[in-house]
Antibody, heavy 120, light 106 residues
Framework: QVQLVQSGAEVRKPGASVKVSCKASGYTFTTFYIHWVRQAPGQGLEWMGIIRPSNERASYAQKFQGRVTMTRDTSTSTVYLELRGLRSDDTAVYYC?????????????WGQGTLVTVSS | IQMTQSPSSLSASVGDRVTITCRASPRITNNVNWYQQTPGKAPKLLIYAASSLQSGVPSRFSGSGSGTDFTLTISSLQPEDFGTYYCQQSYSTPYTFGQGTKLEIK
C-alpha cells in the first residue's frame, strides 16, 4: 500500500537548522508531487510548499522563502525538508503528503508527522 | 485565498445530521478538499474536488458546493467521527486551510 514514513522527532536551538525526511513506498516515486504541511501545537494546518520528485523542482510558500529547501533522493524514494534559521514559532509537527490529483491537488496519504521543537 | 470555516466547534449526537461550511474568498471553482484529523494523528482525506468521495471513506460523508460556498455533510453521525475537520483550497498556491471545526460526540 502507499505509505509515507517520516523521520523521528528533533530538538534544535534557535538559529539552527533541521532536515526532516519522508520515505515513500508502494508506488512509483517520481509520478506524484509531495507537499509539506506543518501544524503548530494546538493550531491549524499550514502549507509550506511542494516538490516534484521527477525533476526536483520545488515551489515554496512566500512565508518560508529563503529559509526552506525541499529536495529528493530518487535512489531511496525519499524527499527532504530543510528549514534554516529556526525560531521558537517553528515548533510544530511537520507532515509530508502525496498529491495524487490530476486536474487539481489533494493530499493523500500523509506521513505520520515529525515533531520539531525549537528551544534554547 | 482565505478559507473561512464554520462553526469552529459543535457537539452532536450519534445519528444526527451534521453540516460544516467553508467560504472561499475570492471564488475558486470546485477546488476544495476536506480532511478529518483525530488527536495525535495525521489528517485523513475525506472529500476531494468538492464532492468526490475518497476511496474507503464511508458513504455517510458527502461534499457539495462551487465558487465560494462549500459544505461537508455527515448524514448519520457515528462515534468514530469525532475529531477536527478542515477544508482546504487547491485553486492556487499557497494552498490554504480553514481554521478547523472541532466535532464532539455527545
Amino acid at each position: 500500500q502507499v505509505q509515507l514514513v517520516q523521520s523521528g522527532a528533533e530538538v534544535r536551538k534557535p538559529g539552527a537548522s533541521v532536515k526532516v525526511s519522508c520515505k515513500a513506498s508502494g508506488y512509483t516515486f517520481t509520478t506524484f508531487y509531495i507537499h509539506w504541511v506543518r501544524q503548530a501545537p494546538g493550531q491549524g494546518l499550514e502549507w509550506m510548499g511542494i516538490i516534484r520528485p521527477s525533476n526536483e523542482r520545488a515551489s515554496y510558500a512566500q512565508k518560508f522563502q529563503g529559509r526552506v529547501t525541499m529536495t529528493r533522493d530518487t535512489s531511496t524514494s525519499t524527499v527532504y525538508l530543510e528549514l534554516r534559521g529556526l525560531r521558537s514559532d517553528d515548533t510544530a509537527v511537520y507532515y509530508c503528503a502525496r498529491d495524487p490529483g490530476t486536474s487539481s491537488s489533494w493530499f493523500d496519504p500523509w506521513g505520520q508527522g515529525t515533531l520539531v521543537t525549537v528551544s534554547s | 485565498i482565505q478559507m473561512t470555516q464554520s462553526p469552529s466547534s459543535l457537539s452532536a449526537s450519534v445519528g444526527d445530521r451534521v453540516t460544516i461550511t467553508c467560504r472561499a474568498s475570492p471564488r475558486i471553482t470546485n477546488n476544495v478538499n476536506w480532511y478529518q484529523q483525530t488527536p495525535g494523528k495525521a489528517p485523513k482525506l475525506l472529500i476531494y474536488a468538492a464532492s468526490s468521495l475518497q476511496s474507503g471513506v464511508p458513504s455517510r460523508f458527502s461534499g457539495s458546493g462551487s465558487g465560494t460556498d462549500f459544505t461537508l455533510t455527515i448524514s448519520s453521525l457515528q462515534p468514530e467521527d469525532f475529531g477536527t475537520y478542515y477544508c482546504q483550497q487547491s485553486y492556487s498556491t499557497p494552498y490554504t486551510f480553514g481554521q478547523g471545526t472541532k466535532l464532539e460526540i455527545k
